[in-house]
């Protein structure tokens, strides 16, 4: 990697496009003073990123612009452009030539360009870091500046000597880690604080979800409970439903049945036989009565009749003669059958009078046939009129007795008549007997199974009352569980087991099952839960995020703890490393330019405050710890010179230049920018100057600014820089002799 070229246009002096082509390891640049030379040194700083104005001897960015002259107009825009070449892909890009250009406006605006295309200032400075190109710009050393690390603080000093060592990029890096440090550390606090934040909430969620977790595992307990209860009880109702129907309607049969019995009896019972009968009776009695009376009458009638009669036929017996009764076979036949009915009825009797009565009867009868059987008169016909009066007493005796047999006969069958209604009022008698006992009895009947109906009733309304039970558990129970509960009609049960089973069994279960739903109520709290779950698995997971997160923080703050201890340790040691190397040259170069004495670098060690930024650890702030810096160390020959300060100014270049070399020769640059840094040498020491770039050369491109003849002695190109009464340099290409003339 070369720098090919550099293109200066509207910058400083330079109002016209100027092109300075570097082919040689060492290229000159001279011309007389104020022609313009030390502007391409800035314009080389310029275009490399610098941001200091004042490294630039300007003040405000319009500086930087050409200024205009009195024959020249000023200028709106400065751009500077430098290629280098890239075959040897020394840059990261893949292009053969890098041009990086930089263009500023009198608006202070600032572009940059990477082989034309627009980038920004940090692309620039990141590339060219990549080579160690440092934005310091401590390969361009500027005019007056060679002594500057000599005039430099300690600390300064050792800052200088680490970017030419090429260790700032330890700094930049242990910097960088330190910023990724702290902003970690934000992070942690930041996660600490959200997850103590959150930690209460999570606490209470969690309580939350072991309620709800608790709720669900009752609510699956109740499940099952309920399950079998309700599949049993449901068994149950459906089989008492049906028992208890068929009981009522075969007791309320039975009780219709006793109804309508006692009723018939009752209707029974209410009839009377005494007066069903009684009347029919005493009419009857009174019938016979009034026969019996009038029977008497004929009787003694009859009597009457037979005195008569009897005195009649004396009358007609007055000379009596007793002549034999003549009895006729058919009055006695007559007779005979007479009494043989009378008797019949008799017989057949149980009434102690009528019996009597008839036996009377034929007692009189038996007699009077034997008195006309004994005592009977036949009439003679001795007085006619008597006869016939005797024949009539004996007609009409006929006649009564006649009518005594009809009413013998009446009153035998009234007597009958009699018997047979006193016989049918006994019946009645025992049926309304029988009836009174059959309502007796039904009445007990009716009670019995009214009672027993009252019972059922009861136990029906008992169990009405289990059904209601039953839907409410239902609807209570599905509004716990949900609609699930209907699944217990799944529920395997052996249904004849389930019904032989006693109710206390059920019963258990009931209180159980309230048990449980009391337990159930009190951890729910209302609502599903969903949203608390959801809430604390989302809570918890953020939680976990956060420790995760904040694990993850504390690894990396700890590697990036690691990484700065790391670079500091490696940059300690390249440091030394590096210091040590220099101190070899610098020894070198000091005792080549002063023909002897010793030169070094030392590192020293200065009180400082520590920083109190990278760790939250406490501790006491204020803490003092050394901090390293560098010291030189000279010894001139045959002088004893104690401190810099002592040095004359062409001896403080001089040493200068040793330190810039020696470094230069650890750490060579891609290339390096001398401005005037010769100009104090006398012509021994130029000499010596010049054979130390020839050997710089070799490893770092050098563009040196010199008035110098043994300098310019040494360069492969030299470039002339003339400002004419316009007040803009122009660019000459010379040889060495014109360069000479030139610098003169
Ligand atoms: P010396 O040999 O004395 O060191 P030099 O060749 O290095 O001189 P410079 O310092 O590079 O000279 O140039 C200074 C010149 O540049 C001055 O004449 C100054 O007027 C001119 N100059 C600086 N800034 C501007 C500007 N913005 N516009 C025009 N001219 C400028």
Redo the contacts with the bound molecule.
Sequence with gaps: MRVKSLEISGF??FARKSVFEFGASISAIV?????????VAEALRFVLGEQSLKSMRGKRTE?????GSKSIERQNRAKVTIVFDNKDRTFPVDFDEVAIAREIHRDASSEYFLNSSSVRLKDVIELLASVHIGASGHHIIS?GEADRILNASPKERRAMIEDALGLKIYHWRIAESEKKLVKTEENMRASESLRREIAPHIKFLKKQVEKIEQARSLREELLVLYREYLRREETYLKHTREILKVERETLEHELRTAEEGLRAADTMRAERPDEAFGAELLRARGEIGNMRRERDDLARKIGRMEGMIESEERRLRAPVETKDKMISARESELLAEDLYNELGHAESSEDYLYIKGVVSRVRVRVGKFLEHVRGGVISTGRSEENARELEGLRAEKDTLMEAGMALETRIGTAEGRVHVLEQEMEAKRRETTGAERTSFELKARKQEVALRLDMVRGRQEAFEREEVAFREELREGGILIGRVLLTYTDFVLDEAGALAENRIEQEQRRKKIERTKIRLEDTMGGGSGEDVMREYEETVARDEFLAKELEDLKKSAESLRALVRELEEALDVQFKEGIAKINAQFGNFFALMFGGGTASLQISYEKKKKRADTDIAEGPEDEEEPEEGIDVAVNLPHKKIRGLQMLSGGERALTSIALLFAVSQVNPPPFLVLD?TDAALDEANSRKYGDMIENLSKYSQLVVITHNRETMSRAGIIYG?T?GSD?VSKLLSIKFEEAAQLAK
């Design positions: 400083k002096s011309g007389p003073n104020g022609s313009g030379k030390s502007n500086d930087l612009i050409f200024n005019q005037e820089v400002m007040a």
